[in-house]
């Protein structure tokens, strides 16, 4: 089955304390996202990937990192989580036309974070 | 700067037919996405249009008006499952996704 995997689905954590947020696709994706969404807010896209080994900002890239050396995987890391970075996360994949053109995104469940 | 406007919240009836509009200012533009999202879960996607016109998909049909800045997301044969937030989407000259608030849709027996 088709699918975009995130883990874990939910975290309470304390301020400081380094997390890791997996992201996983089996669908030979090309272009992997990572969006954080708030009430309000709708989706803010934090870092995104068009490629193995290239990664670029989002609109809210600051207090998180990523890496891509795989094409499947793209984890979030917040090497020092902050109350502010609490929220419901997604990850989303897409194949990309010839042109570079971002298709359908499919995202993973959503992974609730909370930062006391 | 880029931004996309869509109304908060709308109500409809069951049954009835209801539209949700998107208006978008973009640095260039590459077609507009609409995705449904339910409380708690994954946003799914609904539509691409790139072209301008109306776009049919069973219930669901999209229009794209590029000269105007527009699209609406047409619902017909309202369902109590279709009660849902609808997320406009366009994409730039960069190939970015510049994302809307969401429309919540509200629907009444």
């Known amino acids: 089955e088709a699918q975009v995997t995130q883990n874990p689905r939910y975290l309470i954590t304390v301020t400081g304390k380094k997390l890791t947020v997996t992201c996983s696709q089996n669908?030979?994706?090309?272009?992997m996202s990572w969006y954080r969404q708030d009430p309000g807010l709708g989706l803010r896209q934090i870092y995104y990937s068009m490629n193995v080994e290239v990664t670029d900002k989002g609109d809210v890239p600051e207090g998180y990192k990523v890496s891509r050396k795989e094409k499947r995987n793209f984890p979030l890391i917040l090497e020092s989580p902050s109350p502010n970075q609490t929220s419901l996360y997604f990850c989303a994949s897409s194949f990309l036309g010839e042109t570079g053109v971002i298709g359908e995104l499919f995202f993973g469940e959503g992974s609730r974070l909370t930062v006391l | 700067g880029q931004n996309i406007d869509q109304p908060t919240e709308m109500t409809a009836t069951e049954g009835a037919i209801v539209q949700i509009n998107c208006t978008y200012q973009t640095s260039g533009f590459n077609g507009l996405f609409w995705y449904q999202q339910h409380a708690g879960e994954a946003p799914t996607f609904l539509s691409y249009n790139v072209l301008d016109g109306l776009e049919e998909k069973g219930r669901f049909s999209s229009f794209l008006s590029r000269s105007k800045g527009y699209s609406y997301l047409l619902l017909k044969e309202l369902q109590m499952k279709d009660s849902a937030s609808y997320l406009c989407?366009?994409?730039?000259?960069?190939?970015?996704?510049?994302w809307g608030a969401g429309t919540k849709l509200i629907i009444k027996p």
């Open positions: 989407a366009a994409l730039d000259s960069n190939y970015q996704l510049i």
């Open positions: 669908m030979n994706h090309e272009y």
